[in-house]
């Protein structure tokens, strides 16, 4: 079975879909790291994110074992993996990498901005996890100085804000809802009960535990 969610910054969607793989035993790819990784190679080139030609060769030969990098995690990645992850050419080369992962026999969970729009429109299950954006942005402040990267509140909000906007306005692959996804709105559920109401619909589908 294939489970595709998708939603804004910080909306909780790669905690649902981290604990919804573990319990039906399916393989999840958090498809965000995919453009935080082409962003932060272009970086490390000291290439600008703008250059769509070295974004684009950046995407083809783009290594797994990268995905690890703990700079992928930051804010400044998520900003500038926003900026590459617009142009057509770099979401063209991730296309592939991403539905042969969704191809594995079993199925898997994958989260991103367009999993059940583009990359998996057959998935079984999809969900568009959301939330207020203070709410996202209370979140990521909290989870970012947990992390040793303090920043100050007014700041995520703004740049979730950004982010959302951008994301959503592209051409390509822009953030929507697909036709036939379940909405999961967080802004007053905990982790726990965000699982809850994604494994009923999920086992509404067929879902089996792994
Ligand atoms: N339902 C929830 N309620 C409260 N906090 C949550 C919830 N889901 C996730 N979080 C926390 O919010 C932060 C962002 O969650 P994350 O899953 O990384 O979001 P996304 O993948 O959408 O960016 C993390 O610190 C996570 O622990
Ligand atoms: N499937 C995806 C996943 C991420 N992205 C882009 O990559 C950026 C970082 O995504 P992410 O999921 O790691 O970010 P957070 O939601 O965790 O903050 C997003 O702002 C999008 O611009 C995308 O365009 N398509």
Same mark, same amino acid.
């Given at each position: 079975?294939? @489970?595709?969610?998708?939603?804004?910054?910080?909306?909780?969607?790669?905690t649902?879909?981290?604990?919804?793989?573990?319990?039906?035993?399916?393989?999840?790819?958090?498809?965000?790291?995919?453009?935080?990784?082409?962003?932060?190679?272009?970086?490390?080139?000291g290439?600008?994110?703008?250059?769509?030609?070295?974004?684009?060769?950046?995407?083809?030969?783009?290594?797994?074992?990268?995905?690890?990098?703990?700079?992928? #995690?930051?804010?400044?990645?998520?900003?500038?993996?926003?900026?590459?992850?617009?142009?057509?050419?770099?979401?063209?080369?991730?296309?592939?990498?991403?539905?042969?992962?969704?191809?594995?026999?079993?199925?898997?969970?994958?989260?991103?901005?367009?999993?059940?729009?583009?990359?998996?429109?057959?998935?079984?299950?999809?969900?568009?996890?959301?939330?207020?954006?203070e709410?996202?942005?209370? #979140?990521?402040?909290?989870?970012?100085?947990?992390?040793?990267?303090?920043?100050?509140?007014?700041?995520?909000?703004?740049? @979730?804000? #950004? #982010?959302?906007?951008?994301?959503?306005?592209?051409d390509?692959?822009?953030?929507?809802?697909?036709?036939?996804?379940?909405?999961?709105?967080?802004?007053?559920?905990?982790?726990e009960?965000?699982?809850?109401?994604?494994?009923?619909?999920?086992?509404?589908?067929?879902?089996?535990?792994?």
């Amino acid at each position: 079975m294939v @489970i595709a969610i998708d939603g804004p910054a910080a909306s909780g969607k790669g905690t649902l879909a981290k604990r919804l793989a573990l319990y039906y035993g399916l393989p999840h790819l958090d498809t965000g790291l995919l453009y935080r990784a082409v962003a932060l190679t272009l970086l490390d080139a000291g290439r600008d994110l703008a250059d769509e030609a070295a974004a684009a060769a950046a995407a083809q030969s783009l290594s797994p074992d990268f995905l690890g990098d703990p700079r992928l #995690r930051g804010s400044a990645m998520g900003e500038a993996a926003s900026i590459v992850s617009a142009q057509g050419a770099v979401r063209a080369a991730l296309l592939d990498w991403q539905r042969r992962f969704a191809g594995a026999p079993a199925g898997a969970v994958l989260d991103g901005r367009d999993i059940g729009t583009v990359v998996c429109p057959d998935a079984a299950v999809k969900l568009f996890v959301t939330a207020s954006a203070e709410e996202r942005a209370r #979140r990521r402040h909290r989870e970012l100085g947990g992390r040793g990267e303090p920043v100050a509140y007014e700041a995520v909000l703004a740049d @979730i804000l #950004r #982010r959302d906007a951008r994301d959503a306005d592209r051409d390509a692959a822009p953030l929507r809802v697909a036709e036939d996804a379940v909405v999961i709105d967080t802004t007053s559920l905990d982790a726990e009960a965000a699982f809850r109401a994604a494994t009923r619909v999920v086992d509404g589908r067929g879902g089996e535990r792994g």
